[in-house]
C-alpha cells in the first residue's frame, strides 16, 4: 500500500497568517493526490484534486502543489471558518490510502 | 447538485454482519464516469477506503478487507449497499458512501465528490 504521511498533526493560527500543510507519498505518485477539509461533526469536502486544480465553488485562498512524493496545501489567509482537519489522498493506485490528517485551530 | 444518504442499524453485535445502503439521490446513479465508494472513519485508524462499484457491477476492494466485504448496486432503486462481515469492535466506525469521479486530465485522475453525510455504527454485544 502507499503510505501517506501528513505533517503536522495539528497547528493552531491567527486569522489572516498563512498556513502549510505537507503530505508525503511514500513512493513516487505523480499528481494523484485529493485533498479534503473535514469541519467538526461534518463529512469530509474535497479542496484540491489532481494536485493543484482547486474544485468549484472553492474559495481561491486554498491552493495545492507539489508532484512525485511532496505535495503541500496552502490557505493564504486563515479564516474562522477555515477551522477543521485536512486529509490528502492518493489516487494513483488502489488501496487508495488518506494522510492521517492535520487539525488547524484558530488562535 | 448530487446527494448521498446513508442507512442502516447504528449497532450490530460482534461475529454478525454490517449492512449499509447509500441512496443516491437528485441525479441517476448510472450517469457519467463515476463508481460509487464506501469509506469508513474511525478513532484508530482514520480514513480508511473499503472499495467502490461501478453500474456494471465492476468492484474493487481493500484487499485488507476483501475477504469480508461485498459491494452491490441497484440502479433501479439508485442504491449501492455494503455488507461487512464477522464484525468485531474494530470496525466500529462512521461509514461513509462517496461518488468516485473520473477525469481525463492528460491521465485519468479520481477523486470522492461528493460525500453522504456518515452513518456511525458501534459493534457491541
Known amino acids: 500500500d502507499i503510505q501517506m504521511t501528513q505533517s503536522p498533526s495539528s497547528l493552531s493560527a491567527s486569522v489572516g497568517d498563512r498556513v502549510t500543510i505537507t503530505c508525503r507519498a511514500s513512493?513516487?505518485?505523480?499528481?494523484?493526490l485529493n485533498w479534503y477539509q473535514q469541519s467538526p461533526g461534518k463529512a469530509p469536502k474535497l479542496l484540491i484534486y489532481a494536485a493543484s486544480r482547486l474544485q468549484s465553488g472553492v474559495p481561491s485562498r486554498f491552493t495545492g502543489s507539489g508532484s512525485g512524493t511532496a505535495f503541500t496545501l496552502t490557505i493564504s489567509s486563515l479564516l474562522p471558518e477555515d477551522l477543521a482537519t485536512y486529509y490528502c489522498?492518493?489516487?494513483?493506485?488502489?488501496?487508495?490510502?488518506f494522510g492521517g490528517g492535520t487539525k488547524v485551530e484558530i488562535k | 447538485q448530487v446527494q448521498l444518504l446513508e442507512s442502516g442499524p447504528g449497532l450490530v453485535k460482534p461475529s454478525e454482519t454490517l449492512s449499509l445502503t447509500c441512496t443516491v439521490s437528485r441525479d441517476s446513479i448510472t450517469s457519467g464516469d463515476f463508481y460509487w465508494s464506501w469509506i469508513r472513519q474511525s478513532a484508530g485508524k482514520g480514513l480508511e477506503w473499503i472499495g467502490r462499484?461501478?453500474?456494471?457491477?465492476?468492484?474493487d476492494y481493500n484487499p485488507s478487507l476483501k475477504s469480508r466485504v461485498t459491494i452491490s448496486i441497484d440502479t433501479s432503486r439508485n442504491q449501492f449497499s455494503l455488507e461487512l462481515y464477522f464484525v468485531t469492535a474494530a470496525d466500529t466506525a462512521v461509514y461513509y458512501c462517496a461518488r468516485d469521479v473520473f477525469a481525463i486530465l492528460g491521465l485519468v485522475h479520481n477523486w470522492f465528490d461528493p460525500w453522504g453525510q456518515g452513518a456511525l455504527v458501534t459493534v457491541s454485544s
Open positions: 489522498q492518493q489516487s494513483y493506485r488502489t488501496p487508495l490510502t
Open positions: 462499484i461501478n453500474p456494471s457491477g465492476s468492484t
Open positions: 513512493q513516487n505518485i505523480d499528481k494523484y
